[in-house]
């Protein structure tokens, strides 16, 4: 593990897009400015270079309740907003991480063929500085909005999951807890990644803690009031998941949310 190096979370305002042919516009081409910023900014830091970028939940696709033209948001997300991973979205994000020899994370709605095109999941996934998508996991507790649930969980096709996921993007071949949390191992320590609402059980945390998971990744979408007194629930489960674990983590909030409608 490297001894010390900085991490940038891109705490940045998402438009809830209706279709993905919006991502670029409505989002990433903003992700991409931020990252080109930030990198700039951190390099005058030679004692601790930039080595991880974290953006937050869903920064590509953002959120949207709007079901239309479909029954309700899950059929929506399957056929309209969630994108292959890796992708040509991920793509434009892998030169960024080769340009500034750095490790970035988010998390997007994708759909994995394998599985079914059918419904998405919410992935969270990392890229490494030669531009490869080496982790993907997905979120096992789900967004249920008005319009409905956004995806499923690996728990909803578990044994399905497991025969194409096993092995794959840090998985350890046969290991059921690392089918579900993995932890990939990299020259900036081992590494885990936690979606949202998921940081808020601790036997998630757990279960990276138990496998040495050095750095946990937590994006969110969360909305306010629950981030501020009195109930400050993310610094308070993120405190408490870095302390009972051993571990830091690395936990990137989004800002403003803006929904097309």
């Given at each position: 593990m490297t001894d010390l190096y900085t991490t940038v979370c891109m705490q940045m305002n998402r438009t809830g897009i209706l279709h993905k042919k919006e991502i670029r516009k409505a989002n990433l081409d903003r992700c991409l400015e931020l990252f080109g910023y930030g990198a700039l900014r951190i390099s005058f830091r030679e004692y601790a270079p930039l080595?991880?970028?974290?953006?937050?939940?869903?920064?590509?696709?953002?959120?949207?309740?709007?079901?239309?033209?479909?029954?309700?948001?899950?059929?929506?997300?399957?056929k309209d907003l969630a994108i292959r991973i890796p992708g040509e979205?991920?793509?434009?994000?892998?030169?960024?991480?080769?340009?500034?020899?750095?490790?970035?994370?988010?998390?997007?709605?994708?759909?994995i063929p394998e599985l079914s095109t059918e419904y998405a999941l919410n992935c969270g996934f990392i890229i490494d500085p030669k531009g490869e998508v080496i982790y993907k996991r997905h979120k096992y507790c789900v967004y249920l909005p008005y319009s409905g649930r956004d995806g499923v969980s690996p728990?909803?096709?578990?044994?399905?999951?497991?025969e194409v996921m096993d092995g794959t993007y840090g998985r350890?071949?046969?290991?059921?807890?690392?089918?579900?949390?993995?932890?990939?191992?990299?020259?900036?320590?081992?590494?885990?990644?936690?979606?949202?609402?998921?940081?808020?059980?601790?036997?998630?945390?757990?279960?990276?803690?138990?496998?040495?998971?050095?750095?946990?990744?937590?994006?969110?979408?969360?909305?306010?009031?629950?981030?501020?007194?009195?109930?400050?629930?993310?610094?308070?489960?993120?405190?408490?998941?870095?302390?009972?674990n051993t571990m830091y983590v690395v936990a990137c909030a989004p800002g403003?949310?803006?929904?097309?409608g």
């Open positions: 080595k991880l970028v974290v953006f937050p939940e869903v920064f590509m696709q953002g959120w949207n309740d709007d079901p239309a033209p479909y029954p309700n948001l899950f059929v929506k997300m399957a979205e991920t793509d434009l994000l892998a030169e960024q991480a080769k340009k500034y020899n750095t490790y970035i994370a988010g998390t997007a709605h994708e759909v728990h909803d096709i578990w044994d399905k999951y497991i350890k071949k046969g290991d059921i807890l690392s089918c579900m949390f993995p932890v990939i191992e990299t020259d900036i320590g081992k590494l885990g990644y936690l979606i949202c609402n998921e940081g808020f059980y601790a036997e998630h945390g757990r279960a990276f803690g138990i496998q040495g998971c050095e750095v946990m990744i937590r994006s969110s979408g969360m909305a306010e009031p629950d981030g501020s007194p009195p109930q400050q629930l993310w610094e308070i489960s993120n405190r408490a998941h870095a302390a009972f403003f949310l803006y929904v097309k």
